[in-house]
């Protein structure tokens, strides 16, 4: 399996914090010594993690300009979960909130996702193997250290997956355009999934036709759908409200 990159103070620490012997090796800008980046350095020196300085040239170039905040780490990939880690993650949480990711491909909006998947205390995030962004080093830093913490679960069979979740009592409401009753006139208690599909299209078809209900956002603007990142934060806080 090949090494990651992952880059940004949040990420980071969140490896430093979580599984620290996924490091291999890290690069640090030159000079640069400011209060949130040397006791993180210092931090990584004292567990013995090689690191490297480099010019500002040079790590822009290894994350193709992204904003790397003067940090990149070179890692092993962590912990891959699939269908058969799905037991265990719900057994975690009386009530588990799950969310299920059809066809989002966008790495900015996984890292969004998983963020607030993290937030709202969810116990895991689904998403089908073939219709799903990778979890590479852009989406780790959009999660501002969520990727590191929040188990992302790729499914052979999505809609099989759904319905092995209902077998054991979780509630899967989708989120639809077409639905006939709003998220705040719903039920979101309990064991539940909530589904969120790719911008544009929406769920697919079979994914739609699983779900055991079709919620919608209330529109009031000219604008027609919202980012798939921004509606997800709103059902999934909508859940934790409820559940409160």
């Not at 210092?42 to 993690?49: A, K």
């Not at 904003?67 to 780490?73: C, L, M, R, T, W």
């Not at 909130?97 to 491909?105: A, E, P, S």
């Amino acid at each position: 399996m090949s090494n990651d990159m992952i880059f940004g103070i949040h990420a980071v620490k969140a490896v430093l914090a979580s599984d620290p012997v996924r490091f291999i090796e890290v690069f640090v800008l030159k000079g640069r010594e400011d209060d949130r980046l040397l006791p993180l350095i210092t931090e990584l020196q004292e567990l013995g993690i090689t690191i490297q300085e480099a010019g500002r040239k040079a790590l822009d170039d290894k994350v193709d300009g992204a904003s790397h905040q003067g940090i990149i780490a070179r890692v092993r990939p962590g912990k891959q979960y699939n269908e058969n880690n799905l037991d265990d993650l719900l057994a975690t949480q009386e009530n588990p909130l799950l969310l299920i990711l059809d066809g989002v491909t966008d790495p900015h909006n996984l890292g969004a996702c998983l963020r607030n998947a993290d937030a709202a205390g969810a116990v895991a995030v689904i998403v089908p193997k073939d219709r799903s962004a990778q979890l590479n080093a852009t989406a780790s830093k959009v999660a501002c250290g969520a990727a590191e913490i929040m188990p992302l679960v790729r499914v052979t069979n999505l809609a099989r997956t759904m319905r092995a979740l209902q077998d054991k009592g979780v509630w899967i409401v989708g989120t639809a355009g077409e639905a006939t009753h709003d998220i705040y006139h719903s039920k979101l208690t309990g064991p539940l999934a909530i589904v969120m599909g790719a911008e544009g299209e929406g769920m697919r078809r079979l994914t739609r036709e699983t779900c055991d209900d079709l919620i919608k956002i209330p529109m009031a603007g000219s604008v027609s759908s919202l980012n798939v990142s921004v509606a997800t934060g709103i059902c999934l806080f909508e859940a934790v409200r409820q559940r409160g």
